[in-house]
């Protein structure tokens, strides 16, 4: 199977409306418990979604074949608690929520040195639970969003809830548009946000070895980093029981003598860095389709 994401995420605009409605009248335990009656649904009725998470439990995990089979089931669970989460602090429900931050002060350090910032996170966890958070920083990050479906569901997300934290970038048909508004936002000193693990061009793409097989990466975000030499910022939410989430920042090393040097260094701690995140939280890799391609 080719290892290409469509540009599409699970669900739609329905399903995140019932789960909007059910955290606003019912509550988040609730809403937890419908996700009882969700996941068998996908497990059964989501073939590729489904295949891609048993072959990376089988095949990255090393999970035996009723092992890989079962594991789906709390893979989708989190997955649907990750959303619940964000719809619920999205709309201003904070108090069943605690956090904690790992590397915070060196990653505000970066955000009030005036130099503007990329800051790099990947399809695991759930970076969005973070937004309310960003305070004044909120209004200098561009997300560049990938989600074809994104404009669908935004309206049913965003009715009622709290004014959105940061700015779009919209990733589509027109990747000149997006480049060019990428600039203009590093040019302004600002910060701008990418999925590190996705891409849509294969043109546009690496291979590289990653948990021990090979799979295709996008490359624009780590050359944009390289040659415009600003810095860059693995960023990570990771979702732990009792609705507690640990925010973690890896801060790159950019010391290098050219532009080349400096890309293949920070793809190579950009990798190491995701593949601990991985290993550490395996049910939290939210990829779902097939990521790795050997």
């Not at 291979?207 to 030499?229: C, D, W, Y």
């Amino acid at each position: 199977m080719k290892a290409q994401w469509n540009g599409k995420s699970r669900g739609g605009a329905f399903g995140t409306w019932f789960f909007v409605m059910t955290l606003k009248y019912l509550g988040v335990r609730c809403a937890y418990v419908l996700l009882l009656l969700v996941v068998p649904y996908f497990v059964l009725f989501a073939p590729k979604a489904t295949s891609a998470v048993i072959h990376y439990n089988r095949t990255i995990l090393g999970y035996g074949r009723l092992k890989s089979f079962l594991k789906t089931f709390p893979h989708f669970f989190v997955f649907g608690q990750t959303i619940v989460d964000k719809i619920a602090l999205k709309h201003g429900i904070e108090k069943p929520y605690t956090f904690d931050y790992q590397n915070y002060d060196e990653f505000l350090n970066v955000l009030d040195s005036g130099t503007g910032a990329i800051i790099i996170g990947a399809h695991v966890g759930s970076w969005e639970v973070g937004a309310p958070y960003f305070h004044k920083y909120g209004k200098n990050m561009n997300i560049v969003m990938l989600d074809a479906e994104y404009e669908a569901i935004k309206h049913v997300i965003d009715d009622g809830a709290e004014e959105a934290q940061f700015k779009v970038i919209p990733l589509g048909e027109d990747g000149l548009d997006a480049i060019l508004k990428i600039k203009a936002a590093l040019d302004r000193k600002e910060y701008v946000c990418f999925q590190g693990d996705r891409f849509m061009d294969e043109s546009n793409s690496m291979v590289k070895t990653f948990m021990g097989h090979e799979a295709r990466f996008p490359k624009s975000m780590f050359q944009i980093a390289s040659k415009l030499n600003v810095p860059v910022v693995f960023y990570y939410a990771m979702r732990h029981p009792h609705r507690h989430y640990s925010f973690s920042f890896q801060i790159a090393d950019m010391a290098a003598s050219n532009s080349k040097e400096r890309f293949n260094n920070i793809v190579d701690q950009y990798i190491e860095s995701l593949q601990n995140i991985i290993k550490k939280y395996p049910q939290q890799w939210f990829n779902f389709y097939r990521f790795w391609i050997s």
